[in-house]
């Protein structure tokens, strides 16, 4: 069974801290995936990652980072957060071809930011 | 990617079939049409996807029209736990690309 985990289902944080939110899949996946999700926006893509060490931009990337040094695992990293960061905050992975491309989704962390 | 169109809410009685339709006139030839759902506060669960041929799985069918303008999602014997957001996506393969959801079709399972 696919699985993909984060790090915490809720998390409150205050203005300026540096908050890490962390994502591990058991797939053997590619691809992974940051999205934030907002009432009547969607969601949107903040960076995604298709092999360890590489990274590329989505549409939102400011105010954050990514690291993936291991295949499994990829981290998003508000550098000092803010309130207009407070989201729910989902992570995917996905295979390389076909089939294997279904992105498949995190329980979510939703993210207060005082 | 295509754009789709969905009925904003439905309702259907536990036990019955709930059939969601998808309007997506613009997909194609190398678009999927790929079925997602959102169960409150939760993150989106994959449900099944195909190209032009109808597909089943544990959790639900899909049934795509000959021209592929319009696909219907059955989940044959609804539960209250199917109660969630639904999203028709059309996307291509072959790139690590984004996810588009648009507003999805509000299920709800009444008793």
């Known amino acids: 069974d696919v699985k993909v985990t984060q790090s915490s289902r809720y998390l409150v944080k205050r203005t300026g801290e540096k908050v890490f939110l962390e994502c591990v899949q058991d797939?053997?996946?590619?691809?992974m995936f940051w999205y934030r999700q907002d009432p009547g926006l969607g969601l949107r893509l903040i960076y995604f990652?298709?092999?360890?060490?590489?990274?590329e931009k989505g549409d939102i990337p400011e105010g954050y980072s990514v690291s993936r040094e291991k295949k499994e695992r990829f981290s998003l990293i508000l550098e000092s957060a803010s309130t207009n960061q407070t989201s729910m905050y989902l992570c995917?992975?996905?295979?390389?071809?076909?089939?294997?491309?279904?992105?498949?989704f995190g329980p979510g962390t939703r993210l207060l930011v005082l | 990617d295509a754009k789709t169109t969905q009925p904003t809410s439905m309702d259907c009685a536990e036990g019955r079939a709930a059939n969601l339709p998808c309007n997506h006139s613009?997909?194609?030839?190398?678009?999927?049409v790929y079925w997602y759902r959102q169960i409150h506060s939760q993150g989106p669960q994959y449900i099944i996807h195909?190209?032009?041929n109808n597909e089943t799985n544990e959790m639900a069918s899909l049934i795509i029209t000959e021209d592929r303008k319009s696909s219907t999602l059955i989940l044959p014997h609804a539960t209250l736990r199917d109660t969630a957001v639904y999203y028709c996506?059309?996307?291509?393969?072959?790139?690590?690309?984004?996810?588009?959801f648009g507003t999805g079709t509000r299920l709800q399972v009444t008793l």
């Open positions: 995917a992975s996905s295979g390389l071809a076909g089939y294997q491309e279904t992105q498949y």
């Open positions: 797939m053997d996946h590619e691809n």
């Open positions: 990652s298709y092999d360890v060490k590489m990274k």
């Open positions: 613009t997909i194609s030839g190398n678009e999927y």
């Open positions: 195909g190209l032009k």
């Open positions: 996506i059309v996307r291509t393969t072959g790139t690590a690309s984004k996810l588009t």
